[in-house]
Structures are given as structure tokens and as C-alpha cells.
């Protein structure tokens, strides 16, 4: 009953759809020269915009009449099983992995499509065969949410066809902040005058090109000391690059002790010393994140540790304690500061 109310013209209206894709994915939609997306965007009749950037994450938004929607999400999922299918035929692996795509759907409508109890969701799923699921959580600084949907290309379409027929019956409420993906999210650090990227728990020396920029803003903008009483927001390293004009943060890393952690077997790392900040209590939860993640993580890759007081009566902020050697202090300061620009930012664009 669905498809036919899509199909008969009843819903055929025009809408836009937002895809969630990897830098590798994306580049399988363009082809060699734009040849694929060229091909898609004629064959399908609908409008079909890459977001710019050297993200690791881009927008793919396909907009048009709900028919010419389905076309072209048909030949994105084709082409995503002809990766795969060639994929395997390089590999020892057996099983074929299922067709995976992420839709970005405002978060006012994630309701509508999961259901009373998840109804409709599981309607969904079972119908077409498709599996989908909702994020719990909304993407960074927006009130949109992943809704990742994987599985053939036959159950994908079906699929995404009911979502479509969801989200027309029931239209985002209030504005939408739309996801926008952030250039390269590796944070950057400067130690004596180099530019560093964190990749995992090490910190690899960034492009010369980096460190030019970085030397250039440090000349205009007063170098801003980390871990004050009250934190100063920072904006995060270099976020002029990305074209929005924030100061730099410069950090006094000693270059070759970034991160004493890796190696376990040295005594020669240099005495601990203790370092208090204070934070705000609206700010604490952005740091200490779901369960703890988010400290966990500033814990493993600064080295250092971190001890967050409890709330005491009357007072609006909370005692961080950081402990380990300078540049793990360092480090644990730079990455909540970190977070808390992101959280600043994040509520700036609300």
C-alpha cells in the first residue's frame, strides 16, 4: 500500500535526502573525472551535491522528485555492492558484507520513524529486510541524527522508500542545524615550533605548510596560556584554515616528550608534577561524557590522570586535578580545552 501511494504520484513530490559518507565512498560516486556522478545525476533525473572539503566525512545530498530519488539512491547502492563484490575478489573473505548507507535526518522526525515502541522501525526492517537504525545521539554541533540502513540493494531501496514516505508525513519541527562534517578532525598540537597530529595514541609531524600558518598566527595573536583558573575558550587550533577566523591554540609541548606513555620501559621520563583547573558545572558533563567516555579517552592519550572533584554545595564550578609529567599535563589541558571550545561552539550555533 506504501508503494503505491509513493508511486502513484500521490507523494511525488519533491525532497531532499542527506547521505553521511567517507571520504573512499564518495570518491566511487564521483568516478574517474566525475564520470559516475555525471551518469547518475542524467539517468536519475535528480540533483545529486558533494559537500567541499578534505573531510574525512562529506554530505551527499540528492534532492528531486520522490521517483528520481529512489533512481538515484538505486544506482549509489549498486555501485556500493559492485565495491564490495570487487573488494572480495581480492580477499580470503567468504561471507559478502551488506551494503551500508547513512542517512542524515533531522532529529524531530527520528520519533516518527522509530514509533510507539519502536513499531515502525521494526515495520520497516521487517517489510523490506533492510537493517535500520537510529542513533541515539545527535550528530556534532546539529540537531540531526544517522540513520544508518544496510543490507541488499533491493531492501535498501524498499527501504529508504518507507523512510521517504515517513518523513513526508511528518515534517521536521522547529529549525533544523544541519551536520556539517569537520575538516580533517584530527586535533592539531604545536610543539617547538612543529605542527603535530594525534592518529590513535601517537603524534605524527604535520605538513610543513601547517607549521608556516601556525608560526604566521602566532605573530598575530597573543599567545593565550592553557589551564588559567577559568578556562579560556580557545578556538581549536588553526580554525582559521577551515575559514573560520578563531585564534590558534599554541600548546608548550616539549617536542620529543609528547607522549612518554608509549614507552613503558624508560625511567628516564621527567618527575610528575600536579596542575588544578576549575570548570564550570554546566561544562563538566561535555568532559566527562557518556559513562565516562570522554574522560577515559583524555586519560589514555594525554598519560596523564585526571581526578574531577565532586560537586560541593554553593559552588558553580568543579576542581580538576591533573597529575603525570609536563607534557602529559600538557596534553590533558589541550584536550579539555578541546572539548569545552567544541561545547561552546556547539551551543553558539543553538
Known amino acids: 500500500e506504501m508503494e503505491s501511494k509513493v508511486s502513484e504520484g500521490g507523494l511525488n513530490v519533491t525532497l531532499t535526502i542527506r547521505l553521511l559518507m567517507h571520504g573512499k565512498e564518495v570518491g566511487s560516486i564521483i568516478g574517474k573525472k566525475g564520470e559516475t556522478v555525471k551518469k547518475m545525476r542524467e539517468e536519475s533525473g535528480a540533483r545529486i551535491n558533494i559537500s567541499e572539503g578534505n573531510c574525512p566525512e562529506r554530505i551527499v545530498t540528492i534532492t528531486g522528485p520522490t521517483d528520481a530519488i529512489f533512481k538515484a539512491f538505486a544506482m549509489i547502492a ?16 567468504t561471507s559478502k558484507p551488506p551494503v551500508t548507507l547513512r542517512l542524515v535526518v533531522p532529529a524531530s522526525q527520528c520519533g516518527s520513524l522509530i514509533g510507539k515502541g519502536g513499531s515502525k522501525i521494526k515495520e520497516i526492517r521487517e517489510s523490506t529486510g533492510a537493517q535500520v537504525q537510529v542513533a541515539g545521539d545527535m550528530l556534532p554541533n546539529s540537531t540531526e541524527r544517522a540513520v544508518t540502513i544496510s543490507g541488499t540493494p533491493d531492501a535498501i531501496i524498499q527501504c529508504v522508500k518507507q523512510i521517504c514516505v515517513v518523513m513526508l508525513e511528518s515534517p521536521p519541527k522547529g529549525a533544523t542545524i544541519p551536520y556539517r562534517p569537520k575538516p580533517a578532525s584530527t586535533p592539531v598540537i604545536f610543539a617547538g615550533g612543529q605542527a603535530y597530529t594525534i592518529q590513535g595514541q601517537y603524534a605524527i609531524p604535520h605538513p610543513d605548510q601547517l607549521t608556516k600558518l601556525h608560526q604566521l598566527a602566532m605573530q598575530q595573536t597573543p599567545f593565550t596560556p592553557l589551564g588559567q583558573t577559568t578556562p579560556a575558550f580557545p578556538g581549536r587550533s588553526l580554525g582559521s ?9 599554541a600548546l608548550p609541548v616539549p617536542a620529543l616528550t609528547l607522549f612518554p606513555c608509549i614507552c613503558p620501559g624508560l625511567d628516564a621520563s621527567p618527575p610528575a ?35 574531577i572533584a565532586n560537586a560541593t554545595e554553593g559552588s558553580s564550578e568543579r576542581q580538576i586535578t591533573i597529575t603525570g609529567t609536563p607534557a602529559n599535563i600538557s596534553l590533558a589541558q589541550y584536550l579539555i580545552n578541546a572539548r569545552l571550545t567544541s561545547e561552546v561552539t556547539g551551543m553558539g550555533a543553538l
Not at 559492485?82 to 580470503?92: A, L, Q
Not at 608534577?273 to 570548570?279: D, F, G, M, Y
Not at 561535555?286 to 583524555?298: A, D, M, V
Open 78 to 93: 549498486y555501485k556500493f555492492e559492485e565495491d564490495i563484490t570487487n573488494s572480495m575478489s581480492n580477499s580470503t573473505a
Open 241 to 249: 584554515v577551515a575559514g573560520e577566523q578563531r585564534s590558534s591554540v
Open 273 to 307: 608534577s600536579t596542575h588544578e583547573l576549575t570548570i564550570p558545572n554546566d561544562l563538566i558533563g561535555c568532559i566527562i561524557g557518556r559513562q565516562g567516555t570522554k574522560i577515559n579517552e583524555i586519560r589514555q592519550m594525554s598519560g596523564a590522570q585526571i581526578k
